[in-house]
């Protein structure tokens, strides 16, 4: 008989075990835990024990495990076998023993179906696992990735603060084949505490970036480490508003990324270190393609957005930057690289109708210093997401939820804060009015100032690249909730926000906005808080979006495009009239 079963669960979980060193295994006699069972004991790495009785089994790793150091396995089959261990279980969790337990399983769909020697283990007692996972069988690379991070964040959280018991339940096919010759090399989630920073591994060679997701404010420390780090590295910190970043290396990649038919081998780095929490830039998440990533937070939780996590650090910031901080200047050619292909992209803007983008392209570079702006999510914080901003200011967005609730009554909380600050919000007319009455709050003050980009609609299910796009002008009825709020009209938001206390600006073209937006973007706290409402065309906003996401491709450039499109029109144009000559 060959070693190890041909079963994919079965493979990745004994890979993964003999990748983080677990020896210790006692079994009990089982059908859904044969193929684990008959594949490691035929495999001279593993140290095994029989044991009938599973509340003996799991007594027994109890005294092993607090004997040897070590963390051990128990394997039972399905039914009431896993339910044994309760009593064990309850004292490991107590004494933070790293007792492991693989359940067989039949699947979590023959659940509560009436299938012989299936029981419901999605829930157990709240004193007797840290941690509980469901390794479903492998149908796509999906699930493959998946049950890969669940068997990995089972094993972290075995020895994670001072250890305990955890549950994989796993199906795993009762198949009579054993023909597989070698285990797979299946990704390993290694974890660091900071205590064991003197065991950090090192900086692999090769091109390293950082990118960062929604996070507070950086205090000047931190920010510095960063950029002593990417100084002594030639690193980058790819990041958006939302970063709580503002420093040297900054490089803010959502035009770059934003591109439909382009892409550029800067996304590309040997290691990427994540920093933050949800991210708004969803360009970059998607185009990022990081050789192996670093996850760096206080948590220590596996977050997997890349899918190519190889390391979890479960310390501050600050620390883990200034272990990594060499000697040497590396220089600045990473950073430069990614910052001329920003501004190649950006100089070919083509003139854009007036819309959001317009909007954005036009105001960022006039924001007030040391300022505060919010950003309604999606489109708000995505169209500002493509303009540099002045470091002074700071940024934020409820990403964290990400949800359309909220976005005023934020702004309002945050203004509080800081009285002699002044807190913009960049809003459209959904959020806006999802949240209008905290406009009527009698705590707001004259730092407050409202961007209201009135569209008539959610423009999100318009644009060309979303599947409302394909129903034109219907998307409005359900999908894109147009035609609600007075459809655009003038009046509504001006009457109601005088009456509060705002005082009240429009405008509905370029030629407009230039007569109101020098007083809206004073740097002096005035009298009144300010509302700005503006007023584009929806056809205007899709096509907007879709010639920013279109500049440059493998190809030409879009002005060049259009210029080229253009004279074939005009070919075409003198070709037929000449025709009608008879020439």
């Not at 007797?128 to 068997?151: G, H």
């Not at 708000?380 to 303009?387: A, H, I, K």
């Amino acid at each position: 008989m060959k070693k190890y079963s041909s079963d994919p669960n079965a493979l990745m979980l004994i890979s993964l075990m003999k990748a983080h060193g677990f020896r210790k295994v006692i079994a009990s006699p089982g059908t859904t835990n044969i193929a684990i069972v008959g594949s490691i004991q035929h495999d001279d790495f593993f140290e095994m024990y029989s044991c009938v009785d599973e509340r003996s089994a799991a007594y027994m790793a109890c005294g092993l495990s607090a004997e040897s150091g070590e963390p051990v396995a128990v394997i039972c089959t399905g039914a009431t076998a896993s339910r044994n261990y309760l009593p064990a279980l309850t004292e490991a969790y107590y004494r933070k023993l790293p007792v492991l337990v693989i359940a067989g399983s039949h699947g979590e769909y023959n659940i509560g179906h009436l299938h012989s020697q299936v029981i419901d283990r999605s829930q157990s007692p709240k004193d007797t696992f840290k941690y509980s996972a469901f390794i479903n069988p492998i149908d796509s690379n999906n699930i493959k990735w998946l049950n890969n991070v669940e068997i990995s964040k089972a094993f972290i959280k075995l020895k994670q603060h001072g250890g305990g018991p955890v549950l994989i339940n796993i199906v795993a096919s009762a198949s009579k084949s054993f023909d597989s010759d070698d285990l797979p090399a299946e990704r390993v989630i290694h974890y660091h505490s900071f205590s064991d920073i003197i065991n950090y591994p090192k900086l692999p060679e090769g091109r390293i970036a950082i990118f960062i997701g929604s996070h507070t404010q950086m205090f000047p420390d931190l920010q510095k480490s960063i950029d002593d780090f990417c100084e002594s590295n030639d690193a980058v910190v790819f990041c958006d508003h939302t970063s709580g970043y503002q420093g040297r290396y900054r490089v803010n990649f959502a035009l770059v990324n934003s591109q439909q038919n382009y892409e550029t081998d800067l996304n590309r780095p040997d290691l990427l270190i994540h920093l933050g929490e949800v991210s708004g830039d969803t360009y970059t998440t998607k185009k990022l393609k990081p050789h192996k990533v670093w996850r760096v937070n206080n948590d220590g939780e596996v977050r997997d957005l890349f899918k190519t996590l190889s390391d979890v650090f479960e310390t501050d910031e600050l620390s883990f930057f200034r272990h990594y901080v060499g000697a040497n200047n590396a220089g600045y050619s990473y950073y430069n690289k990614c910052i001329n292909e920003y501004d190649k992209i950006y100089d070919l803007i083509p003139e854009m109708e007036f819309g959001n983008i317009y909007v954005a392209k036009a105001l960022s570079s006039r924001m007030p210093k040391n300022s505060v702006i919010h950003f309604g999510i999606f489109n708000s914080l995505r169209t500002w997401n493509f303009f540099r901003l002045d470091d002074s200011i700071e940024c934020s967005c409820n990403v964290g939820g990400f949800g359309i609730d909220g976005a005023c009554s934020t702004l309002i909380g945050a203004s509080w804060a800081y009285p002699n600050k002044i807190h913009f919000l960049i809003v459209g007319d959904l959020a806006f009015f999802y949240d209008i009455n905290s406009l009527g709050n009698r705590h707001i003050s004259n730092n407050v100032r409202i961007i209201l980009v009135n569209n008539g609609r959610g423009i999100e299910f318009r644009k060309k690249d979303h599947p409302g796009y394909r129903f034109g002008e219907e998307a409005d009825y359900f999908m894109a909730a147009g035609g609600h709020f007075g459809c655009q009209s003038k009046e509504l938001v001006r009457k109601y926000s005088e009456n509060l206390g705002f005082e009240y600006m429009s405008a509905s073209s370029k030629n407009e906005l230039e007569l109101v937006i020098g007083r809206f973007l004073s740097s002096e706290l005035l009298d009144k808080p300010l509302i700005l409402e503006v007023f584009p065309k929806v056809n205007d906003e899709v096509e907007n979006l879709d010639k920013i996401r279109n500049i440059k491709s493998k190809g030409k450039p879009l002005a060049i495009r259009l210029r080229d499109s253009a004279t074939d029109d005009l070919r075409k144009i003198a070709k037929k009239g000449l025709s009608k000559l008879g020439i």
